[in-house]
């Protein structure tokens, strides 16, 4: 019989998620949880690479945790835990940090957007991101691992650790694939639809968090960039529409012809109404799902217990072995 496969992802609990973080990843999460074996973190550890307020990522950390489980992530049918409960983690890292070379991570574009935007606090975390990031995935075997574009780089870049670590020491490590959906797998900007959306983005009208009211995601789709023509059309060099229609068929699951026909006549101030209306209503029972997780710490602090546990009872295993791989005396 065919074995499950391992699905493993993350998210940084860089405040709340937005909506390129929502359709290009924790949508997805969601469904796979019924045909695969899941495991789910909150990459606190990921997130002080950049400077943070102890205070804000530890409210941030819970926020997020619990809007994943608002998103649908089951923490009883997946493992959903908080990075830095799984010590697994930053163990394997050291190995892996290893086995990565200086030439490779220097070629990664996070890293190199990250050290433009703070000149001032390049630290070695930031440099070495993407081995923690391998760690995460190999330390649980994972075979699949469910990202947006962004993070492909970073993903390639886990597979040639695993293939060179198999090649030093053994075949140990399974080669980890991405799974990028199609639709969706990178949502741009509403006010410069050539970049990607992202929270870090200096105009507050350029990303929808997925905590917005109703009101607001409907003003922010009405200001959203798009271009001079009226039709509402899947084209190279229509970059703002595209966008815009790819996330209406991310919410509705119509495609991008039942779209165009929708609108076939009707203008851009339609279109982005409806993409806003369409948005809110999609986000709505996440908003009320989470604000009723918040109000119970208790079970959330039963939740993310009991995924770390479970959490280190996959990975330690792993990464005894992966020490022994290495030559590290056994413990006693
Ligand atoms: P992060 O926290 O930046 O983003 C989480 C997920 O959201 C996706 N994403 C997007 N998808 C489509 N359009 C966008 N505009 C958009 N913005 C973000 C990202 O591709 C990602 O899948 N390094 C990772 C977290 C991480 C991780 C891991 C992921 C840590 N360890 C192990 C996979 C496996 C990150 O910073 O994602």
């Known amino acids: 019989m065919d074995e499950k496969k391992l699905i493993f992802s993350a998210i940084q609990p860089t405040g709340t998620f937005t909506l390129g973080n929502y359709i290009g990843a924790v949508r997805n999460w969601s469904s796979l949880q019924e045909k695969f074996d899941c495991i789910y973190c909150i990459a606190d550890m990921h997130a002080i690479t950049v ?42 890292n050291w190995i892996l940090c290893c086995n990565t070379q200086f030439g490779e991570l220097s070629r990664m574009t996070q890293f190199k957007d990250k050290s433009q935007r703070h000149p001032d606090d390049i630290n070695a975390g930031l440099f070495t991101y993407p081995s923690l990031m391998a760690a995460d995935i190999l330390a649980y075997n994972a075979d699949m691992v469910p990202v947006g574009v962004d993070q492909k780089q970073h993903l390639e870049l886990a597979r040639n650790i695993a293939q060179r670590f198999n090649q030093h020491y053994g075949e140990f490590f399974k080669v980890p694939k991405p799974y990028i959906t199609e639709v969706g ?7 410069d639809p050539t970049k990607k959306m992202s929270k870090s983005d200096d105009n507050p009208n350029a990303c929808i968090l997925i905590l917005d009211d109703k009101d607001t995601i409907i003003r922010k789709f009405r200001r ?34 039942e779209i165009e026909n929708e609108f076939a006549g009707k203008g851009y101030g339609d279109f982005k109404t409806a993409v806003g209306e369409a948005v809110a209503d999609h986000l709505e029972p996440v908003r009320t799902e989470f604000a009723k997780l918040m109000a119970d710490r208790a079970y959330l602090k039963q939740c993310y217990s009991d ?21 590290f005396v056994d413990r006693a």
């Open 224 to 257: 959203a960039v798009t271009d001079s023509d009226t039709l509402v059309a899947y084209r190279e060099g229509k970059d703002g529409i595209n966008n815009l229609m790819s996330i209406y068929s991310a919410v509705t699951g119509k495609n991008y012809d």
């Open 185 to 191: 797998a990178k949502i741009m900007s509403l006010q």
């Open 307 to 327: 995924g770390a546990r479970r959490a280190m009872k996959i990975s330690s295993k792993i990464v005894s072995k992966a020490y022994h791989k290495v030559g």
């Open 51 to 92: 400077r943070q307020e102890p205070a804000k990522l530890r409210q941030h950390s819970l926020e997020s945790y619990a809007l994943l489980m608002a998103c649908g992530i089951d923490p009883q049918k997946s493992i959903l835990f908080i990075q830095s409960h799984a010590d697994t983690h930053a163990c394997l």
